[in-house]
């Protein structure tokens, strides 16, 4: 069904002012999800013609794209993207600081704590002292990564975890916004064995005291990088500051496309959205500009690799895990993450008049308004 977009949103218009437990009839369905695939292809077309753009774009095994060196891709992401990881290590459950993108915007007070002394992996609870256990009896992944919220909150909690799973011959990496690093605490996780430092620059719009501090962390962390959702306050800023920011002699960048949850999507209220494979809901601006990010590193030659961390790519993330887990063919935990699809979500794309449909035809008898039956 190649739905119209007027059409599209006249019924985008109804689904919006329903109550949230109207329940959606199997034909209403069908329209909902031809509105989904006609704005999904328009923007996978936006997006083939900036690739297009880009001479040397590379893919890891078509899992991925990015540029530059092959060397220097993250080696995290290679664990989560080909291997057996990203084994999640949750230890902080507070932030030092509130980001509109956040994923917890709004509940950063009312977030759970792991317990006293203890660490949570893959949904269990650990002491450090259980660690040695753990290693001993299930196969080791090929990388884990700490996270939830702030770990330099309390960084010094991490280095003998750090230097336990570094002796077993795991890749770690670690999230930081950057703010609370020091040249004692970045030395002391390098010595404890930490792999890989991912600083969300654009947590600080590209503060000149976290640049400070990607210099810092590289004389001792063999690779650091920077892993920010790509908005257009990042784009903006890290041009500005761009020959400080190479100046740090950083790896990569991981552009994530920002994707959004009940949390966070009230503030974007208004930008124009799609739904990619009826799971992840981003707004159309990030990964445009992702691929324009890219596209500048190529053609000016930075000494790094820009990687499109794209919803493409955690679909793809999730086939791989599942796969490792054993789990049955075609199995993933790519989804959405809404309860119920927040219509109203996608109305400035429909009234955007400068955004057209690929092709259109006439919704078919049965389809129309006032064809069906409540």
């Avoid at 991490?158 to 609370?180: C, E, M, S, W």
Wanted: glycine share 6%; aromatic share 12%; charged share 25%.
């Amino acid at each position: 069904m190649k739905i119209s977009k007027k059409d599209a949103l006249m019924w985008f218009e109804f689904f919006s002012s329903l109550p949230e437990d109207e329940e959606i009839m199997t034909k209403q369905q069908e329209i909902i999800y031809a509105t989904f695939a006609q704005i999904e292809a328009a923007i996978d077309h936006r997006h083939a013609q900036h690739m297009s753009e880009i001479k040397h774009l590379k893919t890891l095994e078509n899992r991925t794209f990015y540029v530059g060196s092959e060397e220097k891709f993250p080696d995290g992401c290679r664990s989560c993207l080909l291997g057996t990881g990203l084994s999640a290590i949750r230890k902080t459950n507070k932030c030092n600081i509130v980001c509109k993108f956040c994923y917890n915007y709004g509940e950063l007070e009312d977030i759970p704590p792991v317990g006293e002394g203890m660490w949570e992996i893959g949904g269990t609870k650990f002491y450090e002292k259980d660690l040695d256990l753990l290693l001993s009896i299930q196969q080791k992944p090929t990388g884990i990564s700490y996270v939830y919220l702030e770990p330099f909150m309390e960084i010094e909690k991490y280095y003998p975890v750090v230097k336990k799973f570094r002796d077993a011959g795991i890749h770690q990496h670690l999230y930081t916004n950057g703010t609370l690093c020091t040249e004692e605490n970045l030395k002391a996780l390098g010595e404890a064995g930490l792999d890989e430092l991912r600083f969300n620059l654009g947590a600080t719009n590209c503060s000149d005291k976290v640049i400070e501090n990607i210099g810092i962390a590289k004389k001792y962390i063999k690779h650091v990088g920077i892993e920010t959702p790509m908005t257009p306050e990042f784009f903006e800023s890290f041009f500005k500051k761009k020959e400080e920011i190479l100046k740090t002699k950083l790896d990569f960048i991981n552009c994530a496309e920002l994707h959004l949850n009940a949390n966070n999507i009230d503030n974007y209220h208004g930008e124009n959205m799609y739904i990619s494979r009826q799971g992840y809901i981003s707004p159309v601006w990030s990964r445009e500009l992702t691929l324009k990010f890219m596209k500048a590193a190529e053609e000016e030659g930075w000494a790094l690799v820009v990687h499109d961390c794209s919803n493409y790519t955690k679909f793809a993330r999730g086939l791989n895990q599942t796969s490792k887990e054993g789990k049955w063919f075609g199995a993933s935990n790519y989804a959405c993450e809404f309860d119920r699809i927040p219509y109203e979500v996608f109305l400035p794309i429909l009234r955007d008049d400068s955004f057209e449909f690929l092709s259109e035809e006439a919704l078919p008898a049965g389809y129309r308004a006032g064809e069906i039956v409540f």
